[in-house]
């Protein structure tokens, strides 16, 4: 992920896009809600923990056939069916279900994340969303923004104040699938924990990053995410007058992403560095 285009110069129709990622995350959150499964085909993916039910499929499905059936020369990532290059310069980066695990124990923090980004999505710092919508029907609850246009919670313009200091912050965190990432998320947690009002874990990256824009967390920060999880949430987040930033000089990656209001990003930047946050699992 990143917020760079890779020198790719596209014109692109902000505001028609932001319509048509809404209008696909909202029929993708109808389908997860009122089918979801009474048998459930659950497969497991990068760790027994991290699992993919046959909705995450059926979901990504429609996202594919509502967007590409809009705009066929776009290309779309998907987080079940990978990369579907287009030839317009924009790229569809959709996770059908982020939060699955929340999802398949029926827990409302699970939500669809739909954005579209010019540049290429798979390299840290060559691409930028420019239209995206998270939407979760669990909560009841939906998140656009448009770059230059703005961002938004249920049409009502958000903008982030300056946020408190981070002994006051709550702080939303998440943590991988795999056992070392985890021991290593569980060290810096530790050692952040201290220092700040409290944490929270959602279970959706993209419910988090809204929640920042939105002022009901006032930070978030993760290791290991992908782009499905955070393009869209990314974009509400900076379009809401937040930061979204990486560690030590290096774009948001899936090496530590933290979003947060301007001067607090740069305070909880520099935590998260002294805890070597982003360091590599022993
Ligand atoms: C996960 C969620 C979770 C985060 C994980 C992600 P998924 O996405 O966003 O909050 O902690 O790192 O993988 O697997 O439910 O799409």
Redesign the pocket.
């Known amino acids: 992920m990143g917020d760079e285009t890779g020198g790719v110069a596209v014109q692109a129709p902000v505001a028609e896009l932001m319509a048509l990622a809404e209008r696909a995350a909202r029929k993708a959150g109808a389908l997860i809600r009122d089918e979801r499964p009474e048998s459930w085909q659950v497969q497991t993916k990068s760790s027994p923990t991290?699992v993919v039910t046959q909705m995450d499929h059926a979901a990504e499905d429609l996202l594919n056939d509502v967007l590409l059936g809009a705009r066929p020369e776009d290309g779309l990532l998907g987080?079940e069916g990978g990369l579907q290059p287009g030839t317009s310069g924009l790229t569809w980066v959709v996770?059908p279900?982020?939060?699955?695990?929340n999802y398949l124990y029926g827990q409302p923090g699970y939500a669809v994340s739909v954005a579209v980004a010019v540049g290429d999505p798979l390299r840290p710092g060559h691409w930028t969303p420019v239209a995206g919508c998270v939407h979760s029907p669990g909560l009841g609850t939906t998140w656009t923004a448009g770059v230059g246009l703005g961002a938004f919670h249920e049409g009502r313009r958000l903008q982030l104040g300056a946020g408190p200091e981070l002994s006051a912050a709550l702080v939303g965190t998440?943590?991988?699938?795999r056992a070392e990432r985890r021991r290593q998320q569980a060290r810096v947690l530790a050692g952040l924990l201290p220092l700040i009002r409290d944490v929270r874990r959602?279970?959706?990256?993209?419910i988090?990053l809204c929640l920042v824009a939105d002022g009901r967390l006032d930070a978030y920060y993760?290791r290991?995410?992908?782009p499905w999880?955070v393009a869209a949430g990314m974009l509400v987040v900076r379009e809401a007058g937040g930061q979204v930033l990486g560690l030590n000089g290096v774009p948001p990656s899936e090496h530590l992403l933290l979003a947060a209001p301007p001067a607090l990003a740069e305070t909880l930047r520099e935590r998260l560095q002294a805890l070597d946050a982003g360091r590599d699992e022993d």
């Open positions: 991290d987080e996770d279900i982020d939060g699955t695990v998440g943590f991988g699938y959602i279970g959706s990256a993209a988090d993760e290991g995410l992908h999880d």
